[in-house]
């Protein structure tokens, strides 16, 4: 069954490749595997947030190349047209659903970021989403963690008091 989303994420995938230090020096080896970490991350993102992502990645330059898209992670991943950019694949979708839907998009790129807020979306800098991303883990290992000691409690309450003994004892001896 297909999620509806009222908020979108567009992602200008090399801008925040080339923003995000750890990318960057991961891009330095391998493209494919920077690009595959950005997903991977924004999969996360996408389920814990609830906002659906795009990312789009250049391929403008690449001699024949037709406009790709996939489902990866959950996420959709845009692979642009020979002579198209992200930034206008990204524009021409902003134009078509920015009224009408609540739409961020992600770029370090500042005529971008002013082009988005004129057609009607929410930029956010690479490193404004760097920090976003980075509460989002924050939080996931908190709830994590709560739940964890939630699911202890509940356990361990319902444990007679021997039963307890003997599993601190077998755990001292671990």
Known sequence: MKKKYDEYLFIDGYNIINAWSDLKELKEIS????????????????????????????????????????????????????????????EKVLDSIGRMKRVKVATSDWTEQQIVLGRGGIRISARELKEEVNKMKRKIRSDTKQNKKQVDDLIFSRLDSETLKKLEKWRKNI
């Open 31 to 90: 493209l494919e595997a920077a690009r595959d970490k950005l997903i991977e991350i924004m999969g996360e993102y996408q389920e814990y947030a609830g906002i659906k992502v795009i990312v789009v990645f250049d391929a403008h330059l690449v001699k024949g190349s037709m406009n790709k898209k996939e489902i990866i992670n959950g996420i959709e991943v845009v692979f642009t047209k020979e002579m198209e950019t992200a930034d206008h694949y990204i």
